[in-house]
């Protein structure tokens, strides 16, 4: 109990650390726009009175001493700076404001990664220009059991968006024009790997991975083949037709494997 107490006390400052990281290098870029959910400190030079943390409500807006609701959303960190500073100034509360606005953490510009990835989670974008590939690397990528596709929905110019990407096709040659940028409020989506099954005489039954290209007969090999009861000639291939139902069907050594299917290795006869 000890041991898992220690192990959810070191992830929650992983986490931590990593937002205070991402908040720093958005700071920097000066390229991230503040928004709904972002925590914000405020400081004003020589006025330790008007020192404040705060977040950007859904509207885009904060609440601030003195000047009241000031519209933020939307704004650089400079941009929300001069805004405030200029409503001090407008209000004669403070002749010639010097305000620093720094962000402490991001909430509106993240995206969530979901399925098969080695760290699942909620990540914010460290600039308005992540690609898909940048994202997922956050994410530790695909796990062994993950899909080669990614599948990002959210929405671009107000309308629904789905794309399915297909990420290990980005580094062929040629092929990195169908690489997409994500925005804040974005889905990734990977699914499980496509798999096929092999039981009865082999040195090693179960499930696995169809990778790219794989025939029947690599199937076979990736059992480890027959045992010394079993028989290769007497292979049997089960495969579901478009009605979803199980059909045997004539096994081509060198056909592709398809998503599904189950190998079966007899015993032979002698």
């Known amino acids: 109990m000890a041991m898992r107490q220690f192990w959810m006390s070191a992830a929650m400052a992983a986490v931590m650390l990593l937002g205070v990281?991402?908040?720093a290098r958005?700071?920097?870029s000066g390229e991230y726009r503040l928004g709904a959910g972002d925590a914000i400190k405020i400081m004003v030079y020589q006025h330790p009175?008007?020192?404040l943390e705060t977040r950007v409500t859904e509207s885009g807006t904060i609440s601030y001493p003195l000047i009241g609701s000031v519209n933020i959303g939307?704004?650089?960190l400079e941009g929300a700076e001069k805004a405030i500073g200029a409503a001090l100034s407008k209000g004669d509360f403070v002749r010639q404001p010097q305000v620093t606005v720094s962000l402490v953490q991001t909430h509106s510009n993240q995206v969530a990664v979901l399925g098969r990835t080695n760290r699942p989670g909620r990540y914010a974008l460290e600039t308005s220009t992540m690609r898909l590939t940048d994202v997922l690397a956050m994410a530790g990528g695909a796990s062994d059991d993950g899909a080669d596709?990614?599948?990002?929905t959210g929405v671009r110019a107000g309308k629904p968006f789905r794309k399915e990407i297909d990420v290990a096709a980005l580094f062929a040659e040629g092929a990195s024009e169908s690489e997409v940028q994500v925005t804040?409020?974005?889905t990734i989506y990977v699914h499980r790997a496509p798999m096929f099954y092999i039981y009865?005489?082999?040195q090693r039954p179960g499930a696995y991975r169809v990778e790219r290209g794989m025939t029947v007969m690599q199937g076979l090999a990736q059992g480890g083949g027959p045992t010394l009861r079993g028989s290769e000639r007497s292979l049997r291939l089960y495969r579901r037709d478009k009605q979803n139902a199980l059909q045997q069907v004539a096994p081509v050594k060198d056909a592709p494997l398809q998503?599904?299917?189950v190998l079966h290795v007899p015993e032979g006869w002698f």
């Open 149 to 152: 596709i990614a599948v990002v």
């Open 26 to 28: 958005a700071q920097e």
């Open 259 to 261: 998503a599904d299917d």
């Open 21 to 23: 990281t991402v908040a």
């Open 200 to 202: 009865g005489e082999v």
């Open 49 to 51: 009175d008007l020192t």
């Open 184 to 186: 804040g409020g974005d």
């Open 74 to 76: 939307g704004q650089t």
